[in-house]
């Protein structure tokens, strides 16, 4: 987070403050605080693969968000922080995930600041999700992310579905696991010396569009993007040195979720186009729920996905031609008790990465989630994935709400 | 000879025109009962729901429910949780139809994702509690096939078996208050088996508007399992003028970020 950047969204939010605390009919403000405070631990129990890496990761983090809601909740503040103490050193990071103003009014909505946006239908994949830059160090899945800066503009007509412009004028870099830390690759990447295609670097101006629409059972997303890339791209010299830096792309999406009974039929695609690469990649797949099994509530649905891209092993995802199968179990108790199970299989090799997600409420304000990922048979030729072979481990988290 | 004949024809015909009025009659009640209610446009409400287990032990949720009345089609209806804070923000925007499945999204505000979610699972509990997912849903008329029961004072007796098939029940039984603009009192629910599962009774009756009946308390005791869920609803709104910007994918993000 540069404290450049802090300082222009601070200045933004401030005028709009002052802009709004003049006008009368604001009424009454709602404030909001809550706090999470996490601790983990995780253990990796197979013998490092490099040096420097360790097995235990106990660790730490806090999460406070406050809100302040005015003009009937048509108006609002929002701020979501967040800071984890860790063994590995790039793993020990902070974040501003939320700050931004939002107004409503009739069929538009405008957010100003640092937001989170969230794109996509599929579980095992998420391509077409590109508005946040991923907080690689935080989770595996790649599902926390940190907060970009933006103007959001959302546009809702009845007939034709909703518009969504996203002006963008700030990049996020990637940050990868330290000397420490597990999950990298030999050589240990340092954020910093990633360089940007765009001669602006950072501060290229980039710009979305997304139009989402439903009809029947259908829900469908068509989505753009034009700048800086959130994937750096890495490319190898003849001599063999590694040139690693963040491409100017364009971007098309396209999700497609079709809802029938208790079949979900899911679809993510991208078609991704820079000058030094251009790609295709898909998800589809489909989830079925039997539920209320045992009249109690029980819900066990089943979930099948085939990814695919077009990048072949340069894929820093790992899934290039890869199966997804997983359950999803969750017993609508007053605890909220749920257990994911999964595994993701390589169609052309033997690796599969096998997965467990549990979680429960003990209680009415701890949590307790426990994580496995389980490295099985990892092919020596993957050129990502043969890396984290011996990286198998064991999360397990309890937080703690106020 | 011919006058008993006579009388057997005209008790026939009597026992047929009560055989009708009894399905017509309490196709009138519904719809006497919905008719009654017409015309509140939009609400909104807190609520707070107990969770009570078979040895007493206790939680607890708090929601904000907002409703959209709709005419031509079922409501619409976008419901926050805020309570227990790790959920706080889970929100759900369900579009009720007249016929045919609802539509409905969930909102997870941890990642941010909006996601259509099935409406197939209506005999399911919702967040853990004796209500099923179709016991909250909107109450339209053509969702069920109804036979009159019995009038004991100013209490109508309607038995009605729903339509859909993937409902948990066989039937219920209502009773409405044809006096106080024939709001529900009671109902009791057959499960699948045909016994008695659950008993809800409505209680606090307020009249908003001079004319929309509102129970504040509802208390849901199974029989079966001995649980409990006790929802009390306060600070009702029908001056919050909802509209259909309200009740949109956008609007779930909002309500619950």
Known sequence: MKVKTIHFIFVLLCGIIRMYSQDERSKKVNHDFELELEGEYRYFYNDALFEDQKDHFPSFAVRPEYKAEWNKGYESINFKGFFRLDVDDERTHWDIRELYYQKAKNNWELSLGLKKVYWGVTESNHLVDIINQTDAVETFDGEEKLGQPMAQFTWITEKFGTFNFFYLPYHRKRTFAGEKGRLRFPVVIDKDDLTYESSASAWRQDLAFRWKHYFDIFDIGLSHFYGTGREPLFTFDLTGNINAFYPIINQTGLDLQITHNAFLWKLESIYRRADAQEFFAAVVGLEYTFSNIDGNGLDIGLLGEYLYDERDELALTGLQNDIFFGSRIAFNDTQDTSILIGGITDLESSSTIFSLEASRRFGSSWTAEVEARIFNDIDQNELIFSNFREDSFLRISISKYF | ?257
């Open chain 2, 1 to 257: 000879m011919r006058t008993s004949i006579l009388v057997g024809i005209a008790l026939i015909s009597i026992s047929i025109a009560a055989a009708q009025s009894a399905e017509e009659r309490g196709l009138q009640i519904a719809k006497a009962a919905e008719k009654a209610d017409q015309g509140f446009i939009s609400s909104i409400v807190n609520l707070k729901m107990t969770l009570k287990n078979k040895n007493g032990q206790t939680s607890e949720r708090l929601l904000v429910t907002k409703t959209l009345e709709l005419t031509e089609d079922g409501d619409k209806s976008l419901i926050v949780f805020n309570s227990p804070k790790d959920v706080k923000g889970t929100s759900t925007l369900t579009f009720t139809h007249k016929v045919g499945s609802d539509d409905q999204w969930l909102f997870l505000p941890s990642i941010k994702r909006v996601k259509r979610i099935s409406s197939n699972n209506k005999s399911g509990p919702f967040v853990g509690s004796e209500f099923a997912y179709e016991d909250l849903s909107s109450q339209e008329v053509e969702k069920y096939a109804y036979t009159f029961l019995e009038e004991n004072g100013n209490l109508l007796l309607v038995e009605q078996d729903p339509v859909d098939p993937k409902s948990g029940y066989t039937r219920r039984i209502v009773t409405y208050n044809k006096d106080k603009g024939y709001r529900i009192e009671k109902i009791e629910f057959y499960d699948r088996k045909n016994s008695l599962l659950k008993t809800l009774t409505y209680s606090d009756y307020k009249l908003y508007k001079g004319k929309f009946w509102r129970a504040l308390t509802f208390n849901m005791i199974n029989h079966q399992s001995n649980k409990e869920t006790l929802l009390k609803f306060s600070d009702y709104n029908f001056e919050a003028m909802l509209a259909d910007e309200d009740f949109t994918q956008v609007a779930l993000q909002r309500a619950g970020k």
